[in-house]
């Protein structure tokens, strides 16, 4: 089988965990109403719920990077379909908000965080040619997913309540399995036909410290830790938020996760461009991200909302899409998995951080 059908393989089937493991992970926003109801706990205690399970999923990247390393990616990912199930079957029976952060928020983040760093880590070995491109039509499974489940979730709890829910969502979180044995299955003959063997084998951890020190890495990471605390904290209130316009918070959320899939696409493809540095892109995604989110603030038309979702989704997208290159870039494949796990690990620490900051905003100006 030629080295471009494998990649090809490698890409759809990591196109497909992160299609589950991120459109699960960022819908869960769906259930907030459901749960304000029924705990009645107030919405910064609530959005929490959500703002931990990103935050995890994310955070624990660090922990996922030396699993992958270690263990690779084909036991990180089993293992984390596993605690994704367990965790979302454990929610059906969960009687307060506390009870559903330990089964909704920290068992399955853990879990699809292995999924999703497990299958970048995977392409980006498959794929030595247009590894941005690659990169970027992964992550756009997660936009589609996050497309997809809020309505799909908003169907469930409307025929079998919010527990019921759970049922399903504990199913769908185990086809990472599925996926991720037939995704490392191709990745070990895409990456045996060129003759090379695991870099990651023959590199000290003192020496991928050290690429991880560099200025450059250091840099960027802090881009990413403020960039995607006040994006994700922003995309844990969308249904809130819109609720107070009088307006469709799911239709927003769709819309924002549409048009980042289309961002994550887009920056792959201006990567690719020679004159491009994916730094760049990186810092102008951060920008036009970010004041986007302030712009939000001041304005109540209902056509200027939807202008400012529009370039917040893309350059949002465009966020996701990138960072994994950039880092790639930085520090290359032999310390990629451990580079990456510690961006993912400050993109979380700041999503929990900036879920708790909106969530309180909100309930101080409602």
């Keep these: 089988m030629a080295e471009e059908v494998r990649a090809c393989i490698v890409v759809f089937c990591g196109f497909w965990n992160c299609f589950f493991s991120m459109g699960i992970a ?8 459901e749960w304000l109801d029924e705990f009645n706990d107030g919405r910064a205690k609530t959005a929490m719920i959500q703002s931990v399970l990103v935050g ?60 999703q760093l497990g299958s970048i880590v995977a392409v980006s070995m498959a794929c030595k040619r247009s590894v941005s491109v690659a990169i970027g039509l992964i992550t756009a499974g997660g936009g589609c997913g996050s497309s997809i489940f809020p309505y799909f979730f908003q169907f469930l709890i409307d025929k079998y309540g919010w527990r019921g829910a759970f049922f399903v969502i504990a199913g769908l979180s185990l086809q990472s399995i599925v996926f991720g044995f037939l995704m490392t ?34 840099t960027a990471a802090l881009c990413v830790l403020t960039a995607f605390s006040a994006a994700n904290g922003f995309l844990f209130i969308i249904v809130d938020y819109a609720n107070t316009k009088n307006q469709n918070g799911v239709f927003f959320l769709f819309l924002l996760t549409i048009i980042s899939t289309c961002g994550r696409l887009a920056f792959g493809f201006l990567n690719l461009l020679s004159f491009v540095n994916s730094r760049i892109l990186l810092t102008i995604a951060a920008i036009l991200s970010g004041g986007s989110l302030i712009c939000l ?27 994994g290159v950039v880092t790639l870039d930085l520090v290359g494949q032999q310390a990629f998995s451990l580079a990456l796990g510690l961006c993912a690990t400050l993109n979380g620490t700041g999503s929990a951080i900036g879920g708790v900051i909106y969530g309180k905003s909100r309930t101080l100006t409602s």
């Design 26 to 33: 960022f819908s869960m926003g769906t259930f907030l109403p």
């Design 56 to 115: 995890v999923t994310f955070g624990a990247g660090l922990l996922i990077g030396i699993s992958i390393d270690r263990y690779g990616v084909r036991l990180t990912i089993f293992v984390g379909s596993l605690m994704s199930c367990c965790g979302f079957l454990d929610a059906i029976f969960c009687p307060s908000t506390t009870t559903l952060l330990l089964s909704v928020a920290i068992l399955p983040g853990l879990g699809l965080s292995g999924a």
């Design 185 to 218: 299955a191709f990745m070990d003959q895409a990456t045996a036909s060129r003759g090379h063997r695991v870099e990651n084998a023959v590199v000290t951890v003192k020496e991928k410290m050290r690429l991880m020190c560099r200025l450059e890495f250091i």
């Design 297 to 323: 603030g001041f304005v109540a038309q209902y056509a200027r909302i939807l202008g400012i979702l529009v370039v917040l989704g893309f350059n949002y997208g465009g966020q996701i899409g990138i960072y």
